[in-house]
Each structure stands twice: as C-alpha cells, then as structure tokens.
C-alpha cells in the first residue's frame, strides 16, 4: 500500500490513492454510527414517518402511477431519509474542523482529495442503509410497486442522495460545529416541503420549487412509477447536474481554503 520514491536527501514515503483505503473507510463509519442523533434522525424517524402516514386511510388500495399511494410515500421517506443521512455524513467536517483536524492534513500523507472522497463514501454507505431501512419497512406493510419500479427507485433514492453529501460538505465548511444538525435539520425539511418530496405541489408555487436541489431528485426518484413526462425528467436532470456542480465547487473551494491556513 505504499509506494517509495527518492529525493535528494532521504525517501518520501507516499501512500497509494493519497491515502484513502477501506481501513480508514471503516473506521469513519464507525464513527459516524456511534453518533446517536444521527442514528435517530436518519434511521428512525423516516421508517417511523412512513408508516404513520403510508398507512392512513386507504393509501394501499389507491393507486398512483404503476403502483400505490402507499408505495409513493415509502419512495419519498426513503428519499428524506437518505437526504438526512448523507447531508449529515457530509456536515460532520464541521466537527473535525473545530477539533482543527482540517489543519493537521497538511501535516499527514493523506491526500484533500482522499479525505473529502472518503466523507463522500461514508455520507452515501449511512444513506444506503437508510433507504434499506425504509423499504424494508414498505414491504412488508402493504407498499404496492412493480419489480422493475422496486428496484430503480431503490437505486435512484440512494444514488440521487449524493447531491446532498455535496450539500452536507459544503454546509460543514460554512455553519459552526456547535449546531451545525440543528439548522440543517430543519432546513432539510423545509426543501423538502417546498420541492414536492412530501405531496404534489401545484400553482404558481410549483413553478418556483422547480429551482430547489430537492425537486430534481423528487422528480427523478418518481419516475419509474411512470407518470413523469420526458420533458419533467429533463428539467430534473438538469436541477441535479446544476445543484452537484455548485455544492462541490462549493466545498472544494472552502475545504482549499480551510487547509490552506
């Protein structure tokens, strides 16, 4: 795992990939899994949201698109909860920058780039679970998809995530660690409610979420239920690609910045 090379005076030792590896993967993990709050609000609560509100009235016998009501709030919980854990995954840099962690890089062989992809990995390995947990939970209390729709929003709930493992990091780099969760909390919920996670927006307000980075991965994630026009899945495609840009310019200049003092 590490690689030699030679200087005039003595040899530098450089580790492979600028240091990252599934030793230090694992142990980020592990760290992130001991904090109970997150456990609480990532894991929890969107299994609980969804079966108090999946469940109510006839939400398992109306149909929506290719599968049910039901089914259409499993896939939204599932999105929230994977919103929350990678945002949260990302925000936790706010902490080790208090801890100046940020700073002591510049004097480790672990490269920025490796530090920052390894925060990425850990942010979308908790949203993975936590979409698991959600669906799991739908299966067995009456969510109605076809195979194919099980399958893609699954995937598409977890991989349109990373836009706010982006968001998270660049918000860790901004807030103070002190109540860094307690403002994105909230905040989270709010985009959620604006960008048409939770219910169809209509009106002129639904014009206005189409700006929101949580309307594109709403829209994207709904899709295989098959009620989403190509030109809606266009506009969603564009909301993503144009929101993960500026996130990750975002945080790669604050974290350039942070390490640079």
Request: aromatic content about 10%; charged content about 10%; proline content about 5%.
């Amino acid at each position: 795992m590490i690689e030699t090379t030679r200087t005039a005076t003595k040899p530098v030792r450089t580790p492979r990939l600028g240091g990252l590896s599934p030793a230090f993967l694992s142990l980020e993990l592990r760290r992130m899994l001991r904090n109970r709050r997150t456990l609480i609000f990532t894991l929890i609560m969107p299994p609980v949201f969804f079966v108090i509100f999946g469940l109510q009235g006839g939400n398992r016998d109306e149909s929506f698109g290719s599968g049910n009501v039901t089914g259409y709030i499993m896939v939204s919980m599932a999105l929230y909860g994977a919103l929350l854990a990678t945002t949260s995954g990302g925000a936790m840099v706010a902490v080790e920058r208090a801890h100046g962690w940020t700073r002591q890089l510049r004097l480790t062989p672990l490269r920025p780039v490796a530090y920052v992809a390894t925060k990425i990995a850990v942010a979308m390995s908790l949203g993975l679970v936590a979409v698991t947990t959600v669906f799991v939970v739908g299966a067995f209390c009456g969510a109605s998809l076809t195979p194919v729709a099980w399958v893609a929003c699954f995937l598409l709930a977890w991989v349109c995530s990373l836009v706010f493992a982006a968001f998270g990091l660049l918000m860790g780099y901004l807030l103070p660690s002190e109540n860094v969760m307690q403002l994105l909390g909230p905040g989270l919920a709010m985009l959620s409610f604006a960008g048409g996670l939770f219910f169809p927006i209509h009106g002129w307000f639904a014009a206005v979420s189409k700006v929101l980075p949580t309307y594109g991965v709403a829209t994207l994630v709904r899709t295989p239920f098959g009620d989403t026009g190509a030109g809606t899945v266009a506009l969603a495609v564009v909301n993503v690609v144009a929101w993960t840009a500026v996130f990750v310019v975002g945080a790669a200049a604050l974290f350039r910045r942070d390490t640079a003092r």
